[in-house]
């Protein structure tokens, strides 16, 4: 399984696409394993980065009831 970030050439991975890591956060709004998702390590950092920031701004949940 191929990363999904390197398979589309994206450098970065921005916060404010939260449709994008809604895709990479389990319904319990857990992120979720690269072995489930394929992703690389360096992309995973990226993507964990993000969504850390997505919910501080407010963007994503930090859990769901």
Same mark, same amino acid.
């Given at each position: 399984?191929?990363?999904?970030?390197?398979?589309?050439?994206?450098?970065?991975? *921005?916060?404010?696409? /939260? *449709? %994008? #890591?809604?895709?990479? /956060?389990?319904?319990?709004? !857990?992120?979720? *394993?690269?072995? $489930?998702?394929?992703?690389?390590? !360096? $992309?995973?950092?990226? #993507?964990?980065?993000? /969504?850390?920031? @997505?919910?501080?701004?407010? #963007? %994503? @949940?930090? /859990?769901?009831?």
């Amino acid at each position: 399984m191929q990363c999904f970030f390197c398979s589309q050439n994206k450098k970065n991975i *921005d916060y404010k696409e /939260v *449709d %994008l #890591l809604r895709r990479f /956060v389990s319904g319990q709004a !857990k992120i979720i *394993d690269p072995r $489930h998702t394929g992703t690389c390590a !360096k $992309h995973q950092r990226m #993507l964990a980065q993000a /969504v850390k920031r @997505a919910r501080f701004m407010g #963007l %994503l @949940a930090f /859990v769901k009831r």
